[in-house]
C-alpha cells in the first residue's frame, strides 16, 4: 500500500471550489438524465444497495459504450452529499474545450491511453482511497460485447489504495444510438448491476509485482463475468 507524502496530499487532494463545482453539476445534469434513462428507456440498476455510503470505493465495470459513463454515475452518485465521484479518462477528451469542461465538472480527470502513466496510477490510488472512483478494468471499451482481460494496473491500483471494489455490469448499453449506427435507441431497457464488495484480502499479503496486480484484475473481472452469466436473461436478443 502506498503511504502519501504531505506533497502528494496538496497536489491529489481536490480543492474545495472542485468539490463544490462537482456537487452542483449532480443537481443540474442528474435531473435531465433522469428524465432520459430512467423514464423514456426504463432503465433500472440492480444491487444499490451493494454500494457503501462513504469514500474509498471503486466501482470497477465493463466498458461498452460511451454511454457507460453517464449511466453507472447516474444510479452510483450519493445525490445528497459531498462525497466526490471521480473517473479517469482519455486525454484527447480534454483537447476539446467544451467537453473538457463538461466532463471535468463530472469528475473526470486525464490520464494517458497505451502508456503506463505512473502519475495517473497514484492519483487514481489516492481518489479511490477517499472518494467514489469509477474504473474499467479492461481500459478500453469492447467492441465485441465480450469482456476483455483487466489490465495489471488497475490491480496496482487496488493493491495500492486498499478500496472497497464492487464488480459491475451494464447491459445493453451497446444498443445505445451513435451516428453511423442507426439503431432504435427509445425505449430499451438499460441495466447497471452492482455486485457485492469483493474480499480482496488475501491479494494483499502477496508481494508487490505485476503477477500480482494481474491476480488482482482477474479476480475482478472473473466478479464480472459471475454478474454477467446471474443476470444473461436482461439482456435483448
Given at each position: ?208 509485482c505485476k503477477e500480482t496486480s494481474q491476480a488482482i484484475a482477474d479476480e475482478i473481472m472473473k466478479a464480472i463475468a459471475a ?11
Amino acid at each position: 500500500m502506498i503511504d502519501f507524502e504531505p506533497d502528494d496530499e496538496k497536489k491529489y487532494e481536490l480543492s474545495w471550489l472542485r468539490k463544490l463545482a462537482i456537487s452542483v453539476s449532480r443537481f443540474i445534469f442528474l435531473p435531465i438524465f433522469d428524465v432520459f434513462f430512467r423514464l423514456v428507456n426504463r432503465s433500472r440498476a440492480i444491487g444499490i444497495e451493494n454500494l457503501p455510503r462513504n469514500g474509498g470505493v471503486m466501482i470497477a465495470s465493463n466498458h461498452v459504450s460511451g454511454v457507460d459513463t453517464v449511466l453507472i454515475p447516474l444510479y452510483a452518485i450519493m445525490r445528497f452529499s459531498f462525497m466526490p465521484f471521480m473517473a479517469p479518462a482519455k486525454e484527447e477528451l480534454f483537447r476539446a474545450p467544451v467537453i473538457k469542461w463538461l466532463i471535468w465538472l463530472w469528475g473526470a480527470f486525464p490520464v494517458k491511453r497505451r502508456a503506463r502513466d505512473y502519475e495517473a496510477m497514484k492519483k487514481i490510488a489516492y481518489c479511490c482511497r477517499k472518494y467514489q472512483v469509477m474504473i474499467f478494468p479492461e481500459g478500453t471499451r469492447s467492441k465485441t460485447g465480450e469482456l476483455l482481460r483487466g489490465r495489471a494496473g488497475v490491480g496496482w491500483i487496488v493493491y495500492a489504495s486498499r478500496p472497497t471494489v464492487i464488480p459491475t455490469l451494464v447491459i445493453n448499453t451497446d444498443r445505445f444510438f451513435w451516428p453511423g449506427k442507426p439503431r432504435p435507441w427509445f425505449g430499451i431497457p438499460y441495466y447497471i448491476v452492482f455486485g457485492e464488495p469483493l474480499n480482496l484480502s488475501r491479494f494483499y499479503e502477496m508481494p508487490d509485482c505485476k503477477e500480482t496486480s494481474q491476480a488482482i484484475a482477474d479476480e475482478i473481472m472473473k466478479a464480472i463475468a459471475a454478474l454477467r452469466e446471474k443476470h444473461r436473461d436482461l439482456y435483448l436478443k
